[in-house]
């Protein structure tokens, strides 16, 4: 009975890997507003939580001009982390209406520390580590994608 229960949890659990491992994200472009510019990235879409669980995992690298938004089907709490990934990146955290709330700089690669605000956001971008600094993207500013509610 113990050999079947544990076989049935390996195949679950290799079933899972596996449909992580075929994720094909969709890809879309969005703009981010800052007080005197304005900065398009081609992301992809992490809507399902299997597409969220798996981010940007076991990339060696991305574009300047890529990232990954992550978005939720209600406003809630969001935490990441930074399990399996192999490059720094920033976070950039967004309210329903588009606004940065908060953006978590240059994060370590594998670090499992728990990030993020503690108020409740619709999604997160994440792009390569250093980008919001060079561009000046800062808290306040927006991310204007179609997900969001404010009328630009």
Request: a positive charge; one cysteine or more; charged letters at 25%.
């Amino acid at each position: 009975m113990r050999v079947l229960i544990f076989l049935l949890i390996y195949c679950f659990i290799s079933i899972n890997t596996l449909q992580a491992d075929n994720i094909q994200f969709k890809k879309d472009v969005l703009l981010i507003k800052t007080k005197t510019s304005k900065y398009t990235f081609n992301i992809e879409l992490a809507i399902s939580p299997q597409e969220r669980s798996k981010g940007l995992m076991n990339r060696s690298n991305i574009k300047q001009n890529e990232g990954m938004l992550f978005i939720y089907p209600k406003n809630q709490i969001i935490k990441m982390w930074m399990k399996n990934t192999l490059i720094p990146l920033d976070m950039i955290f967004i309210k329903e209406n588009g606004e940065i709330e908060k953006i978590i700089k240059m994060t370590t690669p594998k670090d499992l520390t728990v990030l993020g605000p503690e108020v409740k956001l619709k999604a997160v971008l994440e792009i390569n580590g250093g980008i919001t600094s060079y561009l000046n993207i800062k808290e306040g500013d927006f991310v204007m994608y179609k997900s969001f509610s404010k009328e630009y």
